[in-house]
């Protein structure tokens, strides 16, 4: 079964700064997708970036950029020049090419402060 | 919709009684998850819907959870004499299609506090 950590429970970071969440996972399967998910005090999860596993190229999205490391399993999300907006829940899941289900990070809950 | 819809979004109920939580996806989505989000935690799978059927229901915790789905649309998610360890937000979301590829877009979920 798939497995997904997120080693760092809490993190913060200074308005207009850099900051890199980390992600980590186990899986035996050689193709699949890896998201990052942002979770407002609103509950709702929104997606912010995903990596296709055969890409080598990492994702990005305006200030939002992966680090995507297949052999080491490794799957950062950097946010530059941080936002008020971005403190939430961030989650990292790993979804397998068979779909269905996605496994979900304990999440990590970022701080900005202004 | 416009987005998944969950109700309600807050439910108080005392031990043993059952409860219902209801999602109505995104028009179209053929895809329909559930997952379970304890206090401060990762999302927990519970079931997912292609259609009107459940190819995966491994994540129901117990017998005393059940899901249905009808007209490949809403899906209710009822949980039977209820348990304070039940207490947690239940997050329903919805896809296009069941591809892994595809964006899923999630509800604000039912926060389900058991007394």
């Known amino acids: 079964a798939q497995t997904v950590t997120q080693s760092q429970p809490e993190m913060s970071v200074q308005e207009a700064e850099t900051v890199t969440l980390s992600c980590t996972y186990d899986t035996s399967e050689s193709d699949y997708y890896l998201f990052w998910y942002k979770q407002p005090p609103s509950r709702q999860m929104i997606l912010v970036i995903r990596q296709e596993a055969y890409k080598q190229q990492n994702a990005t999205e305006n200030r939002f950029s992966v680090n995507f490391q297949k052999a080491a399993k490794s799957f950062s999300l950097k946010i530059s020049d941080s936002q008020l907006g971005d403190a939430a829940m961030y989650f990292c899941?790993?979804?397998?090419?068979?779909?269905?289900?996605?496994?979900f990070g304990d999440g990590t809950t970022l701080t900005v402060k202004p | 919709g416009a987005g998944v819809s969950q109700s309600p979004s807050n439910k108080v109920t005392e031990k043993g009684k059952d409860v219902e939580l209801r999602c109505d996806p995104i028009?179209?989505?053929?895809?329909l998850y559930w997952y379970r989000q304890s206090l401060g935690q990762g999302l927990e799978f519970l079931i997912y819907?292609?259609?009107?059927?459940?190819?995966?229901k491994s994540g129901l915790p117990s017998d005393r959870f059940s899901a249905e789905r009808t007209g490949g649309s809403v899906s209710t998610l009822t949980i039977q004499r209820t348990q304070q360890e039940d207490s947690a937000v239940y997050l329903c979301?919805?896809?296009?299609?069941?591809?892994?590829?595809?964006?899923?877009?999630f509800g604000e979920g039912s926060w389900l506090t058991v007394v």
């Open positions: 979301a919805s896809s296009l299609m069941d591809s892994s590829g595809n964006t899923i877009y």
């Open positions: 819907f292609q259609g009107n059927s459940a190819p995966d």
């Open positions: 899941a790993y979804r397998s090419t068979n779909a269905g289900k996605s496994t």
């Open positions: 028009s179209g989505h053929t895809a």
